[in-house]
T-cell receptor, first 111, second 114 residues
Framework: GIQVEQSPPDLILQEGANSTLRCNFS?????LQWFHQNPWGQLINLFY???GTKQNGRLSATTVATERYSLLYISSSQTTDSGVYFC?????????????FGSGTQLTVLP | SQTIHQWPATLVQPVGSPLSLECTVE??????LYWYRQAAGRGLQLLFY??????ISSEVPQNLSASRPQDRQFILSSKKLLLSDSGFYLC?????????????FGPGTRLTVT
């Protein structure tokens, strides 16, 4: 099956710094999701991005499907950005599309 | 808008006891439903998925089972819990239909088996 790798595994930033998280996938995909898991465990949808670039406030994402990677940019980080960031790609299993998750990037933003 | 609920939020159960976790979705019809487990660390493992009432597919052999008695209700069960069943259980839904598969997650249930 498809492999999804995320880097870096851990990232510590001072408040106000910018960061880039990377997601590589082993096969062609026609979509990709980015999630933020907050300290309470809730998985929050950030982006649903098959290709190109999307922006939502201080966050933006770029997927280059032909080169099999996606990037998540966080600008002017805040302590509330802390948590684990996952990317996930779909694959058909049976009659439903399933998500394969990367192992995540643990982000800690220090005040 | 669509909402997904899970309960209980936390649960502490002794080894050998039964388990029932419930997930319900509001605001959509005939969703695909999913159960994931997140053990200590980060990885999310897909346990079960369902494309309709009574239709359950299992991804990995385990001590757990799932049922879908109603269109928007998904239940995760066990007859006898093991220590290794501890973890964070997440329910998710997505629309059906080709190309429509963005998944949305519930708040999760944190299970500790003692």
């Amino acid at each position: 099956g498809i492999q999804v790798e995320q880097s870096p595994p851990d990232l510590i930033l001072q408040e106000g710094a910018n960061s880039t998280l990377r997601c590589n996938f082993s096969d062609s995909v026609n979509n990709l999701q980015w999630f933020h898991q907050n300290p309470w465990g809730q998985l929050i949808n950030l982006f649903y991005i098959p290709s190109g670039t999307k922006q939502n406030g201080r966050l933006s994402a770029t997927t280059v499907a032909t080169e099999r990677y996606s990037l998540l940019y966080i600008s002017s980080s805040q302590t509330t950005d802390s948590g684990v960031y996952f990317c996930a790609v779909p694959a058909w299993r049976g009659s439903a599309r399933q998500l394969t998750f990367g192992s995540g990037t643990q982000l800690t933003v220090l005040p | 808008s669509q909402t997904i609920h899970q309960w209980p939020a936390t649960l502490v159960q002794p080894v050998g006891s039964p388990l029932s976790l419930e997930c319900t979705v509001e605001g959509t019809s005939n969703p695909n439903l999913y159960w994931y487990r997140q053990a200590a660390g980060r990885g999310l493992q897909l346990l079960f998925y369902s494309v309709g009432i009574g239709q359950i597919s299992s991804e990995v052999p385990q001590n757990l089972s799932a049922s879908r008695p109603q269109d928007r209700q998904f239940i995760l069960s066990s007859k006898k819990l093991l220590l290794s069943d501890s973890g964070f259980y997440l329910c998710a839904w997505s629309d059906t239909g080709y190309g429509i598969y963005e998944q949305y997650f519930g708040p999760g249930t944190r299970l500790t088996v003692t």
